[in-house]
Structure formats: structure tokens, C-alpha cells
């Protein structure tokens, strides 16, 4: 099966169309964002009920934001991690610690803007737990799994191509980040390099973060504790 990815600019968001037999979609973006998704589906001759699914990777405000918009303009469900639904389903907004003096910085300057920006709520029709899900029903050769670290709730998309959807597993924009790198927000450090280890033992060859280009997963083996294959 030939599998295209699509990225989607949403201001300093990316989130990803991946097409196969169907059509899955990656993050709903920041609030307000919804007309980005209409000129990708104009620019690629994509119908929005050709959507099969939403996975959000995780439930930060700037993944969540427009998730309802574009799941009452697709009719498509939500698949999102048990420990984070209700961010989505109760409009939160919690915001993760910065890992190092530069995340400090700029986490508390985004929490200044917090209180201005409203999620609009949504359900979740698929709550994903430890076992993840397949997405095979929904036309995409591939996973979703979870990857807890940058938040309890994380998930990845893992394709069998290699090529992984990570979220905020890893950056690769300025301001933060000047290379592909670990996040500089995190809940919990050391159970994120975790799980990028899980993660590049199921042979990742492209990393898709939310942040910034992707990059070739070999660039985090030494960052995570792995030896060069």
C-alpha cells in the first residue's frame, strides 16, 4: 500500500494527514485554526468525510484547539489517551514544566497567555490505554501507541514505513529547539527517554514532530542512552 504524508501548518503547530486506503489525521491544532485544515483538503482534493480518524497525540491547548471544529466539519471520531481525554472533553489547560532553564522561561510566559485562550470541548469517542490502537481498520498501515514522558497522555502514530508521529516527544523549531532534541517541556524526563527507546527498538526511521521538520531517528539514539546501531 503507498502511504502519503501531508503536513498541515497550524501558525506554530504541524499536524499531519497521512493517506492510505483511508485517511487518519494527526493533532487538531490551536484554536481558531480550522480554515488551515480547509485549504489543505482543497490543496490535496481531499473530501473532509474522507477522514476516518483524529489522533490527538497528546492534550495540550495547542494540539486541542480545533479538534471540534474539524471533527463536526469531517465527522470523523477522537482518539485520545484515557490519562488526558478530559482535557479535550472539559476544556483544560495544564501546561507541562520546562526541563531546562530556557523551558522555565518560556513555559511561564505561555502561562501568562493561558487564561486568554478558550479550547472549545469535544468528545472522545476512542479512549486509548496501554495497548494502544490498530489502525488498520481506518485504512493506515500502522499504531498508535502510548509514549508517556512529555505528558502521561502521550501517544505516537507508528507506521510500518518507520515513520513515527511523535507529538511533543521531540523538537525541531526555534524557539525551542536550534536542532532535533528532546522536548524542552516534560512531566517526566526519565520516562520519556523511555520511551523513545521502545519507540527506535520498532525500527523508527523518520521522526514527525509537532514542532518543527521532520528528522532522522537516529539522531536521538545517543540522547536517550543507546548505543549507535
Excluded at 75 to 83: L, Y
Excluded at 133 to 149: C, H
Aim: contains cysteine.
Amino acid at each position: 500500500m503507498e502511504i502519503e504524508i501531508h503536513p498541515v501548518q497550524m501558525g506554530f503547530d504541524c499536524g499531519y494527514l497521512i493517506r492510505g486506503d483511508g485517511i487518519v489525521m494527526i493533532d487538531g491544532g490551536a484554536p481558531g485554526q480550522i480554515n488551515a485544515f480547509k485549504k489543505a483538503f482543497k490543496l490535496l482534493s481531499i473530501k473532509p468525510e474522507d477522514i476516518r480518524l483524529i489522533v490527538i497525540t497528546h492534550g495540550h491547548w495547542d494540539h486541542i484547539g480545533s479538534a471540534r471544529d474539524i471533527k463536526e466539519m469531517a465527522g470523523a471520531p477522537i482518539a485520545m489517551h484515557e490519562h488526558e481525554k478530559e482535557w479535550l472533553e472539559k476544556s483544560l489547560k495544564p501546561m507541562p514544566p520546562g526541563v531546562n532553564v530556557w523551558g522555565r522561561i518560556l513555559g511561564r510566559t505561555i502561562g501568562l497567555l493561558l487564561p486568554f485562550i478558550h479550547i472549545p470541548a469535544a468528545k472522545v469517542d476512542i479512549t486509548l490505554g496501554r495497548d494502544g490502537l490498530s489502525l488498520t481498520d481506518y485504512g493506515v498501515p500502522g499504531k498508535a501507541i502510548w509514549t508517556p514522558g512529555h505528558s502521561s497522555g502521550s501517544v505516537s502514530v507508528l507506521l510500518e514505513t518507520g515513520d513515527a508521529f511523535v507529538g511533543d516527544m521531540a523538537m525541531n523549531q526555534f524557539p525551542m529547539s536550534i536542532r532535533p532534541g528532546l522536548p524542552i517541556f516534560a512531566e517526566d524526563l526519565p520516562t520519556l527517554k523511555e520511551s523513545w527507546r521502545r519507540l527506535l527498538d520498532q525500527q523508527v526511521k523518520t521522526v514527525y514532530p509537532a514542532h518543527g521538520k521532520p528528522f532522522p531517528a537516529e539522531a536521538l539514539r545517543t540522547v536517550v542512552g543507546l548505543s549507535p546501531p
